[in-house]
């Protein structure tokens, strides 16, 4: 008996004329991991949606849904509930109560179970899952790791037999969306949970789905076992883009036979397969300007009176004209140094510099017309109209930038990740600024997007724009980055050429450095491998 | 026995209810002056060195509230004094003092609640209620926590554009109107995620349990009883006339009969118990502790 | 015919809750003795509360809808931590408009209740979750005529503000003198006509500035989400 059984399932939303999802049948046997890809708009959303009762969104329906053999029409209310769970997107919106106790007891409050059956499920989920000894703590006090693990816990508290996971890890950190698959990947062993997940970042959940299923459209294309999935990947170039950098380094380079999905399988396929008389690519080393755009002289701040200095001595120089990207950990300061060279924040000590004039001399918001602007972690803090023409026209532009011709009459919340971030990107760049200030802007991005961002972003720097970005993604940074600096403990690292920081460190780096490392110096991207392991091709 | 602050939610409000009700309508001096003391002694108890600008505060009050009477009111056959032509008189000022008392008190009574119930506990109680209106207040609690921080993430990545300045009082109100604006869009999208997660989780599919860590134990229930059975005594002393005070035109107060007494050693007593409580754990905690 | 019952019951609901405030004077000053009339009052508030939490525990009520009460009600929350000039009844006021009766009172209501959670519990908490209550539910009976005319609705807004005032006001008689006296009250209402002003200038002020922004974004949520 299959865990899920879907046949012939059709969706259409009100006022569409073609479906979201159209005849999609498939079946999922217990404890089996499938992994849901496909592009923006591609239906997995709707698909997983859909296959829980409380979450079917308005529409046309049509086709059959078994779980656990059961359909899912017949359940009773509480049954339901509990057979299916469902986490989304952003774990601080999914978490209800503000005590973590409360949090774990929400769902079996809901089906009214008897208050010792509830005590008994707290506890023993809480110890799964390690919380604990945060039972008692407020949920705001957790960390964003934390917090998502609480609300898995808080679904699986249900004993669901079936877990939907919609882009789980769209709004975390490289950190914690990998202690996210973990802890998923132990649920699939250990409790013989059926899981799907769908996401369009999946380093960390390729390695122990057992089966991908692909959509287009709307569309099943394929439903098949990890292996021949990613022999087909290597046909289906939107596909390939999202997948991790071994499995396009492999297709990159036309290998033969089985498909490595970590470092070590791609680092033995390139050792195996290639010779590495030639160690590096030509760099063509861009000299820096000599002017200044910023300059940072030991600069502290904190936020409150007797809190520590979140930024304690920071020197930084920026070049007009240049990348310059900042990693770091989160809580290292990252984003309170942008906040601060925006000026959003005041430091309590040292200079801040841009263009040479102190920030306190730009008086009357003079630094946001045509010198600075910042394009925020989370855009849609800017958004405060009814549609993106309104959007437009409350930043007075009048030229429509990137493509959003199409979409004018759409509401803000209605735009995907890519498309939000580039409506956000049009109000930044309407004030015309000579220098761009980027936090994470590749969070809960899919591949197409960043690949958009990055060329948006090259094409503004050679348009003279002085860009400084902050994110986790090494990928991006390699891409777009003429230099790079580490933040620790509020201070930063003497900054130096992105190919340096991401070839020589271990941990803040690209999965390809990882791979080629030790064998060629210096390839940061797929890209990069691909063509330095082709100049080696044995013969 | 637990201290106040651990015991079941409910007996503890049931009990506030009652006395400051209590203090609110029985205006007997003996019962007024009782109600301040104790109240007074219960707050010092619960929150220690720390109550003093709590009490500085209430004197203040207390003499406001005294002579608000004898300047308003002129009624009253003992003249004192008199001012600009009119007169001020004793059976007022008598009143007033009384009046004082008996709000002070409430005033004590209420601090001391707030002292012992946090937003959580008193959610508990709302739930026995309305679970259904609890659980729209706890969400609401979370949700202002949200808000805020979001309010101030919005405020720097407006501000980081330009589209906020605090440079005059126009630019700030226009900026923070753009900031409220972004932040209700906000927080009504995001509320639809939770609740699609509550929906997830079965809110709404049968009667929800009102679960809770807390446990009804005997002891909550021996004080709610006792404190129930207090003040209904004490309401019956007083329906049946004998904790009646009439101020004007002389002060009278009811002849002392045995129902009068009966009905002020059981206002006595409902007030003294949750100070009692609290003393005796205490001292039951520092002497297991010297034995260990 | 289901149409019919179900004006007939609002109709009734709308006599019943507007039966309450009379009810506290009369009830108080013909039945029990002066003194009384602080418990009186009190007990009829806590009553019009109880009936309308019981009702409402019985109703079918959405799971978005309930956050979305929940929302409004934060949103409340925090606009009355904004010194002298504050949105609180004017957003209890748009959440009863475009939400309807109920939700604006349970706004109002539970707005009431737990902002003095910070600015002080006590037996005025449950006249004050009946008075901004009302003002929720009023604004949900007229929504028909608000929601078109927004001059009249910020009409309304001073309105209520001064309504508001003047109940608050009853209270700080009742509680005081424990009867109820006109000169006294008279008195309390001349002390608090700053605040009375206060609450009237705020709700005109923030229903001009907020019915647009408010107003769009609950109606997108009432027709995309289908609160």
């Given at each position: 008996?299959a865990a899920i059984d879907v046949r012939g399932l059709t969706f259409k939303y009100p006022l569409c004329e073609k479906a979201a999802i159209e005849d999609i049948s498939f079946t999922a046997?217990?404890?089996e991991t499938m992994l849901v890809c496909g592009e923006g708009g591609s239906g997995k959303s709707t698909l997983l949606r859909c296959l829980k009762r409380e979450l079917i969104p308005n529409g046309e329906l049509s086709g059959k849904v078994l779980i656990?053999?059961?359909d899912r029409d017949t359940l009773?209310?509480?049954?339901s509930a509990?057979l299916v769970g469902f986490v989304g997107q952003d774990?601080?919106q999914q978490?209800?109560?503000?005590?973590?106790?409360?949090?774990?007891?929400?769902?079996?409050?809901?089906?009214?179970?008897?208050?010792?059956?509830?005590?008994?499920?707290?506890?023993?989920?809480?110890?799964?899952?390690?919380?604990?000894?945060?039972?008692?703590?407020?949920?705001?006090?957790?960390?964003?790791?934390?917090?998502?693990?609480?609300?898995?816990?808080?679904v699986?508290?249900?004993?669901p037999?079936v877990l939907l996971l919609d882009e789980p890890c769209s709004q975390?950190?490289?950190?914690?969306?990998?202690?996210?698959?973990?802890?998923?990947?132990?649920?699939?062993?250990?409790?013989?949970?059926t899981v799907m997940i769908a996401e369009h970042r999946f380093?960390?959940i390729?390695?122990?789905a057992?089966r991908v299923m692909r959509l287009e459209k709307g569309r099943l294309s394929f439903c098949e076992?990890?292996?021949?999935a990613?022999?087909r990947a290597?046909?289906d170039e939107a596909l390939l883009r999202a997948?991790?950098?071994?499995?396009?380094?492999?297709?990159?380079?036309?290998?033969?036979?089985?498909?490595?999905?970590?470092?070590?399988?791609?680092?033995?396929?390139?050792?195996?397969?290639?010779?590495?008389?030639?160690?590096?690519?030509?760099?063509?080393?861009?000299?820096?300007?000599?002017?200044?755009?910023?300059?940072?002289?030991?600069?502290?701040?904190?936020?409150?009176?007797?809190?520590?200095?979140?930024?304690?001595?920071?020197?930084?120089?920026?070049?007009?004209?240049?990348?310059?990207?900042?990693?770091?950990?989160?809580?290292?300061?990252?984003?309170?140094?942008?906040?601060?060279?925006?000026?959003?924040?005041?430091?309590?000590?040292?200079?801040?510099?841009?263009?040479?004039?102190?920030?306190?001399?730009?008086?009357?918001?003079?630094?946001?017309?045509?010198?600075?602007?910042?394009?925020?972690?989370?855009?849609t803090?800017?958004f405060?109209?009814n549609s993106v023409k309104?959007?437009?026209?409350?930043?007075?532009?009048?030229?429509?930038?990137?493509g959003l011709e199409k979409l004018l009459e759409r509401h803000p919340y209605d735009l995907s990740g890519g498309e939000r971030q580039l409506l956000?990107?049009?109000?930044?760049?309407?004030?015309?600024?000579?220098?761009?200030?980027?936090?994470?802007?590749?969070?809960s991005l899919d591949a197409a997007s960043t690949?958009r961002?990055?060329?948006?972003?090259?094409?503004?720097?050679?348009?003279?724009?002085?860009?400084?970005?902050?994110?986790?993604?090494?990928?991006?940074?390699?891409?777009?980055?003429?230099?790079?600096?580490?933040?620790?403990?509020?201070?930063?690292?003497?900054?130096?050429?992105?190919?340096?920081?991401?070839?020589?460190?271990?941990?803040?780096?690209?999965?390809?450095?990882?791979?080629?490392?030790?064998?060629?110096?210096?390839?940061?991207?797929?890209?990069?491998?691909?063509?330095?392991?082709?100049?080696?091709?044995?013969? | 026995?637990?201290?106040?602050?651990?015991?079941?939610?409910?007996?503890?409000?049931?009990?506030?209810?009652?006395?400051?009700?209590?203090?609110?309508?029985?205006?007997?001096?003996?019962?007024?002056?009782?109600?301040?003391?104790?109240?007074?002694?219960?707050?010092?108890?619960?929150?220690?060195?720390?109550?003093?600008?709590?009490?500085?505060?209430?004197?203040?009050?207390?003499?406001?509230?005294?002579?608000?009477?004898?300047?308003?009111?002129?009624?009253?056959?003992?003249?004192?004094?008199?001012?600009?032509?009119?007169?001020?008189?004793?059976?007022?000022?008598?009143?007033?003092?009384?009046?004082?008392?008996?709000?002070?008190?409430?005033?004590?009574?209420?601090?001391?609640?707030?002292?012992?119930?946090?937003?959580?506990?008193?959610?508990?109680?709302?739930?026995?209620?309305?679970?259904?209106?609890?659980?729209?207040?706890?969400?609401?609690?979370?949700?202002?926590?949200?808000?805020?921080?979001?309010?101030?993430?919005?405020?720097?990545?407006?501000?980081?554009?330009?589209?906020?300045?605090?440079?005059?009082?126009?630019?700030?109100?226009?900026?923070?109107?753009?900031?409220?604006?972004?932040?209700?869009g906000?927080?009504l999208e995001n509320g639809i995620a939770t609740a699609d997660s509550m929906a997830a989780?079965?809110?709404?599919?049968?009667?929800?349990?009102?679960?809770?860590?807390?446990?009804?134990?005997?002891?909550?229930?021996?004080?709610?009883?006792?404190?129930?059975?207090?003040?209904?005594?004490?309401?019956?002393?007083?329906?049946?006339?004998?904790?009646?005070?009439?101020?004007?035109?002389?002060?009278?107060?009811?002849?002392?009969?045995?129902?009068?007494?009966?009905?002020?050693?059981?206002?006595?007593?409902?007030?003294?118990?949750?100070?009692?409580?609290?003393?005796?754990?205490?001292?039951?905690?520092?002497?297991?502790?010297?034995?260990? | 015919?289901?149409?019919?019952?179900?004006?007939?019951?609002?109709?009734?609901?709308?006599?019943?809750?507007?039966?309450?405030?009379?009810?506290?004077?009369?009830?108080?000053?013909?039945?029990?003795?002066?003194?009384?009339?602080?418990?009186?009052?009190?007990?009829?508030?806590?009553?019009?509360?109880?009936?309308?939490?019981?009702?409402?525990?019985?109703?079918?009520?959405g799971t978005r809808?309930?956050v979305?009460?929940?929302?409004?009600?934060?949103?409340?929350?925090?606009?009355?931590?904004?010194?002298?000039?504050?949105?609180?009844?004017?957003?209890?006021?748009?959440?009863?408009?475009?939400?309807?009766?109920?939700?604006?009172?349970?706004?109002?209501?539970?707005?009431?209740?737990?902002?003095?959670?910070?600015?002080?519990?006590?037996?005025?908490?449950?006249?004050?979750?009946?008075?901004?209550?009302?003002?929720?539910?009023?604004?949900?009976?007229?929504?028909?005529?608000?929601?078109?005319?927004?001059?009249?609705?910020?009409?309304?807004?001073?309105?209520?503000?001064?309504?508001?005032?003047?109940?608050?006001?009853?209270?700080?008689?009742?509680?005081?003198?424990?009867?109820?006296?006109?000169?006294?009250?008279?008195?309390?209402?001349?002390?608090?006509?700053?605040?009375?002003?206060?609450?009237?200038?705020?709700?005109?002020?923030?229903?001009?500035?907020?019915?647009?922004?408010?107003?769009?974004?609950?109606m997108r949520v009432k027709i995309k989400y289908g609160v």
């Amino acid at each position: 008996m299959a865990a899920i059984d879907v046949r012939g399932l059709t969706f259409k939303y009100p006022l569409c004329e073609k479906a979201a999802i159209e005849d999609i049948s498939f079946t999922a046997a217990e404890g089996e991991t499938m992994l849901v890809c496909g592009e923006g708009g591609s239906g997995k959303s709707t698909l997983l949606r859909c296959l829980k009762r409380e979450l079917i969104p308005n529409g046309e329906l049509s086709g059959k849904v078994l779980i656990a053999g059961k359909d899912r029409d017949t359940l009773e209310p509480g049954e339901s509930a509990c057979l299916v769970g469902f986490v989304g997107q952003d774990c601080e919106q999914q978490m209800v109560t503000d005590k973590v106790w409360h949090e774990l007891a929400f769902g079996p409050e809901s089906i009214g179970l008897d208050k010792n059956t509830i005590a008994v499920r707290v506890a023993e989920t809480a110890a799964y899952f390690g919380i604990y000894d945060k039972l008692s703590k407020p949920t705001a006090s957790l960390s964003g790791g934390e917090k998502q693990l609480l609300t898995l816990a808080s679904v699986m508290i249900m004993q669901p037999r079936v877990l939907l996971l919609d882009e789980p890890c769209s709004q975390l950190d490289p950190l914690a969306s990998r202690q996210l698959a973990e802890t998923v990947a132990r649920l699939c062993r250990e409790q013989a949970v059926t899981v799907m997940i769908a996401e369009h970042r999946f380093e960390h959940i390729l390695p122990f789905a057992d089966r991908v299923m692909r959509l287009e459209k709307g569309r099943l294309s394929f439903c098949e076992n990890r292996s021949e999935a990613l022999k087909r990947a290597a046909e289906d170039e939107a596909l390939l883009r999202a997948m991790p950098a071994p499995v396009r380094i492999f297709s990159g380079l036309s290998g033969e036979g089985e498909c490595p999905c970590d470092t070590a399988g791609a680092r033995r396929f390139v050792r195996e397969t290639f010779d590495n008389s030639v160690r590096s690519l030509e760099i063509d080393e861009k000299a820096l300007s000599a002017n200044k755009a910023l300059e940072l002289k030991n600069v502290t701040f904190r936020y409150e009176r007797e809190g520590k200095d979140i930024i304690d001595g920071l020197d930084l120089e920026v070049s007009e004209g240049e990348c310059l990207a900042l990693l770091g950990a989160n809580g290292s300061g990252k984003s309170t140094a942008l906040g601060l060279i925006s000026g959003a924040l005041k430091a309590q000590t040292g200079s801040i510099r841009i263009f040479g004039k102190k920030l306190k001399d730009y008086k009357n918001n003079s630094l946001y017309q045509g010198t600075l602007s910042m394009l925020p972690q989370d855009v849609t803090a800017l958004f405060t109209q009814n549609s993106v023409k309104e959007e437009l026209e409350a930043s007075h532009i009048t030229e429509i930038p990137f493509g959003l011709e199409k979409l004018l009459e759409r509401h803000p919340y209605d735009l995907s990740g890519g498309e939000r971030q580039l409506l956000a990107l049009a109000k930044v760049l309407a004030r015309e600024p000579k220098i761009l200030l980027l936090d994470e802007p590749t969070k809960s991005l899919d591949a197409a997007s960043t690949d958009r961002l990055c060329e948006i972003i090259r094409s503004l720097k050679q348009k003279g724009m002085t860009v400084l970005t902050v994110s986790h993604d090494t990928e991006f940074c390699a891409e777009v980055s003429d230099r790079c600096a580490v933040f620790f403990s509020g201070r930063l690292s003497e900054p130096a050429a992105t190919i340096k920081v991401l070839g020589e460190n271990r941990y803040f780096t690209t999965a390809s450095s990882l791979i080629t490392r030790d064998r060629y110096d210096g390839a940061l991207t797929v890209e990069d491998t691909v063509r330095i392991c082709n100049m080696n091709r044995r013969l | 026995m637990r201290r106040i602050r651990d015991m079941h939610p409910l007996s503890v409000t049931v009990f506030f209810v009652c006395v400051t009700m209590l203090a609110m309508s029985v205006s007997h001096p003996a019962v007024t002056a009782a109600s301040l003391v104790l109240s007074m002694l219960l707050f010092t108890v619960l929150k220690g060195a720390k109550s003093i600008r709590t009490h500085i505060l209430i004197l203040i009050f207390f003499i406001i509230f005294t002579l608000i009477n004898p300047v308003i009111s002129h009624k009253g056959s003992t003249v004192l004094f008199m001012v600009n032509d009119t007169p001020v008189t004793l059976e007022s000022l008598l009143y007033g003092l009384n009046a004082a008392a008996g709000l002070c008190s409430v005033f004590y009574w209420v601090f001391s609640f707030s002292a012992v119930m946090d937003s959580e506990r008193m959610l508990c109680v709302f739930g026995l209620i309305s679970p259904r209106a609890a659980l729209v207040a706890s969400c609401s609690i979370r949700y202002l926590t949200l808000i805020k921080a979001q309010y101030r993430r919005t405020k720097l990545s407006m501000r980081a554009i330009g589209l906020y300045t605090d440079g005059n009082i126009i630019d700030l109100i226009r900026g923070n109107m753009r900031v409220f604006s972004s932040v209700i869009g906000w927080a009504l999208e995001n509320g639809i995620a939770t609740a699609d997660s509550m929906a997830a989780r079965g809110c709404g599919s049968t009667k929800r349990t009102a679960f809770s860590v807390k446990k009804f134990r005997l002891g909550d229930g021996i004080f709610m009883a006792a404190a129930l059975m207090l003040s209904a005594l004490c309401v019956a002393c007083s329906a049946l006339g004998s904790l009646k005070i009439t101020f004007y035109p002389k002060t009278v107060l009811a002849p002392a009969d045995a129902a009068g007494f009966i009905g002020i050693a059981s206002f006595i007593l409902l007030a003294v118990m949750p100070s009692a409580i609290e003393t005796g754990v205490k001292l039951k905690w520092r002497r297991s502790m010297s034995e260990v | 015919m289901a149409a019919t019952r179900l004006r007939f019951k609002e109709v009734l609901k709308y006599i019943a809750v507007l039966a309450f405030i009379p009810a506290i004077a009369a009830a108080g000053s013909l039945v029990f003795d002066e003194q009384r009339h602080i418990l009186v009052s009190l007990a009829v508030a806590a009553a019009a509360l109880g009936v309308f939490f019981l009702g409402y525990e019985k109703k079918q009520v959405g799971t978005r809808r309930l956050v979305v009460t929940a929302i409004m009600t934060s949103l409340c929350l925090f606009g009355r931590f904004i010194p002298v000039i504050k949105p609180v009844a004017a957003l209890v006021i748009l959440t009863g408009v475009y939400l309807g009766c109920e939700t604006g009172f349970l706004t109002g209501a539970l707005t009431a209740l737990i902002s003095n959670f910070w600015f002080g519990q006590g037996p005025w908490t449950a006249f004050m979750m009946l008075a901004l209550g009302l003002v929720g539910f009023f604004s949900g009976a007229l929504s028909k005529v608000l929601i078109k005319n927004r001059p009249l609705l910020i009409v309304f807004g001073a309105v209520c503000g001064a309504a508001y005032s003047m109940i608050m006001d009853v209270w700080t008689v009742l509680w005081y003198a424990k009867g109820f006296s006109p000169k006294l009250y008279l008195a309390a209402v001349g002390t608090s006509i700053p605040y009375l002003l206060s609450y009237c200038v705020s709700n005109v002020v923030f229903l001009v500035i907020l019915s647009k922004p408010v107003g769009d974004k609950l109606m997108r949520v009432k027709i995309k989400y289908g609160v």
